[in-house]
């Protein structure tokens, strides 16, 4: 990863909670080849979701990335797009997330999906906008880095950079 790039942390408002923080994106970033995080400068933790409508956003200079606070309860399966499910997060579909389910989604779904952002689609065109990935290229890229980084068990002690195993994906059951 990159050294030159910093963070920025604001106090969520009420009951909202930041989910991730600067060690478990570091530790995202680490896993990635250095192409890929060369554009980002700057990772923002703010409260700026609107509702709960926004998880995590780029700014218009394509270099930084915002994570969003959100409450400490909350089911993300409106999130997921097709090729998505709860389980694969380690969550049940119609129930509230656990934590672990929240983190691995801002991570491994939404922190990829807004550094997709971030690579150039069209090299030659002439409106910013049109020369990086859209929204469909980046969720695309978001779930290719999962797939990726899932497909080979990480040694970490914190499970959120895993897949869910089999034990955490029972305990689902009713």
């Known amino acids: 990863m990159p050294p030159e790039i910093k963070f920025s942390f ?24 250095p192409e890929v995080v060369r554009r980002l400068r700057l990772v923002h933790f703010n409260d700026r979701a609107r509702g ?10 394509r270099r930084e990335i915002a994570l969003c606070a ?17 389980e694969q997060f380690g969550a049940r579909k119609g129930r509230q997330w656990p934590m672990l389910a929240v983190r691995r989604f801002m991570l491994y779904d939404v922190f ?12 030659r065109a002439s409106e ?7 929204e469909k290229l980046a969720e695309a890229f978001a779930m290719e880095w999962c797939k990726r980084l899932w497909a080979e068990p990480f040694d970490h002690p914190d499970p959120v950079h895993n897949a869910p195993p089999p034990e955490e994906l029972a305990a689902l059951q009713p």
Do not use: M, W
């Open 112 to 123: 990829l999906h807004e550094l997709g952002h971030l690579q150039i689609a069209r090299e």
């Open 52 to 61: 709960n409508r926004r998880l995590g956003y780029v700014n218009q200079g």
């Open 128 to 134: 910013i906008r049109r020369k990086f990935a859209d």
């Open 10 to 33: 604001t106090p969520a408002g009420g009951d909202r909670v930041h989910h991730v923080n600067e060690e478990d994106v570091r530790v995202v970033l680490s896993r990635l080849p």
């Open 70 to 86: 959100l409450p400490p309860r909350v089911s993300l399966t409106a999130f997921l797009v097709k090729g998505q499910s709860c």
